[in-house]
């Protein structure tokens, strides 16, 4: 036994049959722990038994991963038995039919879309907490067809496609997190999908690509396995984002040069694997099916998806309880403040009456004073007591003795001479005597 994987643990979808089984053996040598992934239907019982029995170390899972809760329950059951999850392995697939794109069934798309696609794409949603944690890796199953497209096999080719260029996404967006991914693109591999007879593949079909491959032959399940061991092993620390074509040359031929391959060149190379199902694979439709392993964790998923659930609904409850205080809070706060804004207003419109009622008040007792004095008024030769109670008056009225008050539109002289007695009558703003006063508020 091997030790380039010593000590890994790799989860190997569609692990039962074709390219599947033999990597699943090829990783067990090099000391890998394996789970052996695949349909309800298909034999990763017997391949993870066979592992066992040559002394390696396999579990099996079988379900449909393309649904979210299997593909989770599979990795899950990875690391709840051996610890952790060191490889990644999508190599599930299917290959339902061929034919030109306007008879092309849609039926066969849908379950390439959810077989090619959506598997990839949800084992690698959840398998990659776990292999940043481990510094990991993945490796894809791509396709010559989605490099060069096969003809009367567009949405094969287009599937194939999608997951050249999402892998190449995931290797980029995962280095920062020291995880590598690579594709593994094989030509015609001697399985159950190049076989005119066990395949959508007519008679015609199958000598075409033959011809048209360098090499002049299939490859080997084993020979592909290869090549994925390499890229899963430390071997390839500098190797991600690649595409790692094993596919005879096909993707540079030109023309049926297959024809003229050298006979040594021919044959294929005795392998080291007792591979059992490598004529067996995923050809036909066949409907969803549920996983006969792994209950018990997609029961413990879903009860922590029903609990994330509730828990946001909580969570969101509670902002808009937040939201609505809030709402109240700064309402109450702009009422208040509208509030004190009008009582300072009332405030001030009080305090400017009552400076203007002081004011009117102070004008009109001078304006009596003036004309009790006017009454009491003499002739110009008074005695000195009369112009003595004059002056008295004027300063009471806070005029001195130059000044003139008239009342009723009569006018009165208080020490000036008789031709100003129009200067200055009438009370005005200026008047020291309480005007000022008044108006800064200080009218005590």
Known sequence: MGTRLRNKVAIVTGGGAGIGEAICKKFALEGAKIVVCGLSDDPVQEVASQIEANGGVAIPFQGDISQAPNARACVQLAVDTFGKLDILINNAGVFPAVGYINEYPIDALEYMLQNN???????????????????????????????????????????????????RAVAAEQAQFGVRANVVCPGPIDTAWTRSETSPMTPKMEKLFLSAT?????????????????????????????????????????????????????KAPEGELELEFSHEGDTVRRPFQEMRSGDLYEEELRTSDQSATLRNTLIGLSLAAVGVLATRFFSNSSTKSQTNTMDNRNQNREEQN???????????????????????????????????????????????????????????QAGQPEGNADQDNQPNGNDKGFTNEAATGNND
Not at 118 to 143: D, R, Y
């Open 117 to 167: 696609i959506q598997s990839t794409f949800m084992m690698t949603k959840f398998a990659v907490p776990f292999l940043q944690k481990t510094k990991g890796c993945i490796v894809c199953a791509g396709s010559e067809a989605g490099i060069d497209g096969d003809a009367q096999n567009a949405p094969y080719s287009g599937t194939k496609g999608y997951i050249h260029a999402f892998t």
């Open 214 to 266: 360098p090499m002049g032959r299939r490859g080997t399940p084993e020979e592909v396995a290869n090549v994925y061991l390499f890229l899963a092993s430390d071997e390839a620390s500098y190797v991600t984002g690649a595409l790692y074509t094993v596919d005879g040359g096909i993707t540079i031929s030109k023309g049926p040069i297959g024809l003229m391959a050298d006979s040594e060149m021919k």
């Open 354 to 412: 009552q400076r203007e009622g002081a004011r009117d008040e102070s004008q009109l007792n001078a304006l009596h004073t003036n004309a009790e004095a006017q009454k009491g008024a003499q002739p110009q030769g008074q005695t000195d007591e009369a112009k003595t109670g004059k002056a008295q008056m004027g300063a009471a009225t806070g005029t001195g003795p130059s000044t003139n008050v008239s009342v009723g539109g009569q006018s009165g």
